[in-house]
C-alpha cells in the first residue's frame, strides 16, 4: 500500500475514533502504517507527502463541515492533487438530521475533485435511513457514511466492506 493518511475533524471525537478505526482496519488488512492527522494540525507536507488521502468529517447544523475543515479546505482546493487517490468518510445523525445526513462528506468530495485527486470508495445507499443528503452523487454516498448515534451497531461491518473495496487501489 502506498503512503496513506487519513485526515480528521473532530469536534466530539466520534469522527476520530472512526478514523482510528479506519486505520486498524487498513493496517490489520494491508500490514502497513497509515498515518491519522487532526485537520487543525494539517500542513500542506501531510497532502503533499501522501499518496493517498482519507478524508473524514462530522456533519454539524444543515450540513456543514466539522469546523476544524474550514481552514484546511481551502488548502485542499488550492494543493495539487493530481495523481493522488482520495476515499472520504463522514459520520453524522440520521434520525436528528435526516435531511442532511453526513452532508459535510459533500465539501470534502468538492474540494477533492476540484484539486483533481481521483476520489474512490462510493458506498450504496441501501441499508441507510435517512431523507436527503449532499453527499449522494449518481446515487451512491461519495463515501462512507456512519451514523455513530443511531445505527452504531453496523459501524464495524461498514468500515470493514469499505476498506476492502479500498484496498486494491491504494
Not at 122 to 148: N, Q
Amino acid at each position: 500500500m502506498k503512503k496513506t493518511v487519513i485526515i480528521y475533524g473532530s469536534t466530539t471525537g466520534t469522527c476520530e475514533g472512526l478514523a482510528n478505526k479506519i486505520a486498524a482496519e487498513l493496517g490489520a488488512n494491508a500490514n502497513g502504517a497509515v498515518d491519522v492527522v487532526n485537520v487543525a494540525k494539517l500542513d500542506g507536507s501531510v497532502i503533499a507527502g501522501a499518496e493517498n488521502l482519507i478524508l473524514g468529517t462530522s456533519t454539524w447544523g444543515s450540513g456543514d463541515l466539522q469546523d476544524d475543515w474550514y481552514d484546511a479546505i481551502e488548502s485542499l482546493k488550492g494543493a495539487n492533487l493530481a495523481g493522488k487517490t482520495v476515499a472520504i468518510f463522514g459520520c453524522g445523525d440520521s434520525l436528528s438530521y435526516p435531511d442532511t445526513f453526513c452532508g459535510g462528506m459533500a465539501s470534502l468530495y468538492d474540494a477533492a475533485k476540484a484539486a483533481g485527486a481521483t476520489v474512490i470508495g462510493a458506498v450504496p445507499t441501501d441499508g441507510y435511513t435517512y431523507l436527503d443528503s449532499a453527499s449522494i452523487v449518481d446515487g451512491r454516498f461519495v463515501g462512507l457514511a456512519l451514523d455513530e448515534d443511531n445505527e452504531s451497531g453496523k459501524t464495524d461491518d461498514r468500515i470493514a466492506a469499505w476498506v476492502a473495496q479500498l484496498l486494491p487501489q491504494l
